[in-house]
């Protein structure tokens, strides 16, 4: 089975960098892109950026600027680059992965991970 896995969550200072990991456990045959989204407290879950398995990025206004989103293909492994961060950047950060081919030819239009909680606060 399938499954994302996300690491690389945790407590930064105003003004910090984080990098996320997005791991894809489980052999697949290919995907069409990765992504990564945001909910914070009480407010609904929100694009921070995504990439293609061509390597093409899109980038959602909240972090534009200050957010990094790349991918390791022989990995399997999607990475998240977090700079000059704010409190407001608190939340948890979640992974997806959308239209995976597993290796049976199984396809899942969209996976998600369990959540990584990144706290920004002095």
């Known amino acids: 089975q399938v499954q994302l896995v996300e690491s690389g969550g945790g407590s930064v200072q105003p003004g910090g960098s984080l990098t996320l990991s997005c791991a894809i456990s489980g052999s697949i045959r290919s995907l069409a892109g990765q992504g990564w989204h945001r909910q914070a407290p009480g407010k609904q879950r929100e694009l921070v950026a995504g990439i293609t398995s061509g390597g093409s990025t899109v980038y959602g206004d909240s972090m534009k600027g200050r957010v990094t989103i790349s991918r390791d293909h022989d990995k399997n492994t999607a990475y998240l680059q977090l700079s000059s961060l704010t409190p407001e950047d608190t939340a948890v950060y979640y992974c997806?992965?959308?239209?995976?081919?597993?290796?049976?030819?199984?396809?899942?239009?969209?996976?998600w991970g369990q959540g990584t909680l990144v706290t920004v606060s002095s």
């Open positions: 997806n992965a959308v239209r995976v081919v597993t290796m049976d030819g199984h396809t899942d239009n969209e996976l």
